[in-house]
């Protein structure tokens, strides 16, 4: 959510095919599944089917985080440390822990039928009236 970039690549197509339809739900973000399915690290697994292979994450892209967020890192007495120092440590981090997947897409979907839920009821008793009786 640092930047706003995954948010505003969500998208969805809804497929017709006779009386049945599909709604896709896609991103044009490169790392939209990295994020959706998580990413094991080189020591821990969260399940996921995509793996870290290196020691370290690319710092550059952690560094940029860093700023953006406004992070102050400290060592164990308490001292700030650079932000390379940080960048470091984190990308070292990650790529041993991995990244345990954020399900925005089915987040958004159990939120949007809980707001809905009356709505969609009635719309499916309409569609059963149509379609079935």
Same mark, same amino acid.
């Given at each position: 959510?640092?930047? %706003?970039?995954?948010? /505003?690549?969500?998208?969805? &197509?809804? !497929? =017709?095919?006779?009386?049945?339809?599909?709604?896709?739900? +896609?991103?044009?973000?490169?790392?939209?599944?990295?994020?959706?399915?998580?990413?094991n690290g080189t020591k821990i697994n969260v399940g996921s089917k995509f793996?870290?292979?290196?020691?370290?994450?690319?710092? %550059?892209?952690?560094? /940029?985080?860093?700023?953006? &967020?406004? !992070? =102050?890192?400290?060592?164990?007495?308490?001292?700030?440390? +650079?932000?390379?120092?940080?960048?470091?440590?984190?990308?070292?981090?990650?790529?041993?822990?991995?990244?345990?997947?954020?399900?925005?897409?089915?987040?958004?979907?159990?939120?949007?039928?809980?707001?809905?839920?009356?709505?969609?009821?009635?719309?499916?008793?309409?569609?059963?009236?149509?379609?079935?009786?």
């Open positions: 959510m640092a930047s %706003g970039e995954l948010a /505003k690549s969500l998208s969805y &197509k809804v !497929i =017709k095919r006779g009386k049945d339809f599909r709604i896709d739900f +896609t991103s044009s973000a490169s790392y939209a599944e990295f994020i959706h399915e998580g990413v793996s870290f292979k290196k020691k370290m994450v690319n710092r %550059g892209a952690i560094l /940029k985080w860093i700023r953006t &967020k406004g !992070i =102050k890192g400290r060592d164990k007495k308490g001292r700030f440390i +650079t932000n390379d120092q940080l960048s470091f440590i984190m990308a070292r981090s990650i790529a041993q822990k991995g990244i345990v997947g954020v399900p925005y897409f089915d987040l958004g979907i159990e939120r949007a039928l809980k707001r809905n839920q009356k709505a969609l009821e009635d719309a499916m008793i309409k569609d059963l009236d149509i379609n079935i009786f």
